[in-house]
């Protein structure tokens, strides 16, 4: 971002603080990008005008003049910074998103508009939003008219979607690379395509693990995209009885986004309906710094990456962040040595450069268990099993890491210490296990609490009772009524609480003798093993998430769902 005052962030700070806001959410020294993303663009928009002295529009509650947006350049238009507004006496008043100080951004709209321009400020949100929606009113749509004729499929594979060329756009194309641009800039992780009638079908976006809805299309338009969607990921539009599977390329108008879509179609009694999963930029690698480890499991975790053999395997529900955690271990063993790592997942989600990766498609039969033993023929340093769900896979696996690999995976199970008594119910003999396995952690993600969080006394004084802690010494929070940082939500994001399984001798031992998930985190608790609801409860005490969203989690993913008191 350029701007020509240097001090307009520290400026923005200080109003910031003056409004009420709490400091603690930003950094020590924020600079004005990490302020934008902090706070709900309008927000960010309305203080940035108090502070500059622009004035505040909003074009969704204040729409613009359609016919001036027509005199910029469809590329302008798309990037979503500067929207043509109104007249003001002599001159035209454009709004910009994010920068209003940005001379290369407003000089380029001056020599189209030819005229003088009056500068004011919006939230970035509606400007591109309003900016998309007047391009795609201005668009033909050729598959309204025939949404439900049958287009030849697909031969060739489509190349990567390079956002929005002119000459090869429907008006339905342009609706689903806006619905994506938005979702994605929206921190959506999924985009439900749902027929709710006969006539009308609606659009979900799945922000923070909730489902929220964001727009109706009448039925032409909804099959239309239901169609683009197939284009795009290469599925065959003449096949409606069966579900389909696929994924595409969606590149930003301005270039700066790049994420792989992963997609789902399927029939129902009323048509189609697809689910888009949007999968991390391309490149972007998590960092264990990041997710919010105790200091405890971070530094064992970080022992992983310089462990030489051995299985080490993260367990949890589907959407928990497993993936993710074991990206953030492979990323730290490749900044300490040079391995060769090799990886089979399904889907590829992070796409990062010197590992080899390759994708599940048992269609051709290409199984987790086929690549496993490929693998061992190419002289890997650490594999990467994106899941352990067969005997045969189990097995390799274990076998792999008997044999000088260290075996990075995820399992189903409800608990750490439940992940040798899954694999020895999955075949595998209990001496390989104990030989082969060295930790194994399990995890869920609960709403995290934005900065306007309430105090809740009441549960304060149940859990002081409860798990025997000076009431004084502890603040408890619940979900607050909302405000700009969270946009009305009272959340910002999800937390990770964890717990970790240690493999040690006496672990061992009681592997081999078949023990109980149960006997096992008993032997380990004195040693510092803490459970899923007990590093739960410590977020709640650090006031990271609240005690009912901690309760309401263990319920629906099923994991226990009461910690025992201290010093049982």
């Not at 994106?386 to 896979?393: F, L, T």
């Not at 082969?436 to 399990?442: F, K, Y």
Request: net charge negative; proline share 6%.
């Amino acid at each position: 971002m350029h701007s020509v005052r240097g001090d307009l962030a520290q400026e923005i700070l200080e109003a910031l603080v003056k409004r009420g806001y709490r400091r603690e959410a930003l950094p020590p020294s924020p600079t004005l990008e990490e302020i934008q993303k902090a706070l709900d663009p309008k927000a960010f928009a309305e203080v940035l005008a108090e502070v500059t002295g622009y004035p505040y529009i909003d074009p969704e509650e204040n729409p613009p003049d359609p016919s001036l947006a027509q005199k910029l350049p469809k590329s302008l238009l798309k990037q979503g910074l500067i929207l043509p507004h109104h007249v003001e006496g002599d001159s035209l008043v454009v709004v910009v998103a994010v920068d209003p100080f940005n001379q290369s951004l407003l000089n380029n709209a001056r020599s189209y508009l030819r005229r003088p321009i009056a500068v004011a400020v919006g939230p970035s949100s509606s400007v591109r939003r309003v900016a998309l929606r007047l391009l795609e009113g201005s668009m033909v749509e050729p598959l309204l008219q025939g949404a439900d004729e049958e287009v030849p499929q697909r031969t060739a594979p489509q190349t990567p979607s390079t956002s929005l060329e002119a000459d090869e756009l429907s008006g339905a194309r342009f609706t689903l690379n806006r619905i994506v641009d938005e979702a994605i800039h929206q921190r959506a992780t999924d985009i439900h395509f749902e027929l709710i009638s006969k006539t009308k079908g609606r659009v979900r976006f799945r922000i923070d693990g909730a489902l929220t809805e964001r727009e109706e299309f009448d039925l032409p338009l909804f099959n239309a995209l239901i169609n683009v969607i197939k284009v795009e990921s290469n599925l065959d539009i003449t096949q409606k009885l069966l579900p389909q599977d696929g994924r595409y390329y969606f590149v930003s108008a301005d270039g700066k986004v790049r994420n792989e879509i992963r997609v789902s179609v399927i029939p129902t009694v009323l048509g189609e309906e697809a689910v888009l999963r949007i999968l991390p930029k391309e490149g972007q690698a998590p960092r264990l710094a990041n997710l919010g480890f105790a200091k405890s499991i971070r530094t064992k975790l970080e022992e992983v990456a310089n462990i030489a053999n051995g299985l080490f395997l993260v367990t949890g529900p589907t959407g928990s962040g497993k993936t993710t955690t074991l990206f953030a271990v492979l990323q730290e063993i490749k900044e300490r040595r040079n391995p060769k790592i090799l990886s089979v997942e399904d889907p590829v989600e992070y796409r990062l450069p010197g590992i080899s990766q390759v994708q599940v498609n048992v269609a051709a039969g290409l199984t987790f268990a086929r690549a496993l033993r490929a693998f061992l023929r190419q002289d890997p340093d650490v594999i990467l099993v994106g899941e352990i769900r067969d005997q045969e896979s189990a097995k390799i696996a274990t076998e792999a890491a008997m044999t000088g690999h260290l075996v990075l995976g995820t399992l189903h199970t409800n608990s750490a210490a439940m992940v040798p008594v899954r694999l020895e119910e999955m075949g595998v003999e209990p001496f390989k296990i104990a030989d082969a396995l060295r930790g194994a952690l399990a995890q869920r993600l609960v709403p995290k609490l934005c900065t306007c969080k309430v105090e809740d006394p009441e549960t304060a004084e149940l859990l002081a009772h409860r798990y025997r802690r000076k009431r004084e010494a502890i603040k408890v929070y619940a979900k607050g009524p909302g405000c700009d940082f969270c946009g009305g939500t009272g959340y910002v994001g999800r937390v990770a609480i964890h717990e970790l399984l240690w493999v040690d001798g006496e672990v061992r031992r009681l592997i081999i003798e078949r023990a109980s998930a149960e006997a096992i985190e008993e032997a380990v608790r004195p040693k510092g093993f803490r459970t899923l609801m007990e590093d739960g409860l410590e977020k709640v005490f650090q006031g990271l998430i609240s005690y009912q969203d901690l309760m309401y989690s263990a319920a629906i993913q099923g994991w226990e769902a009461e910690a025992k008191e201290e010093g049982e």
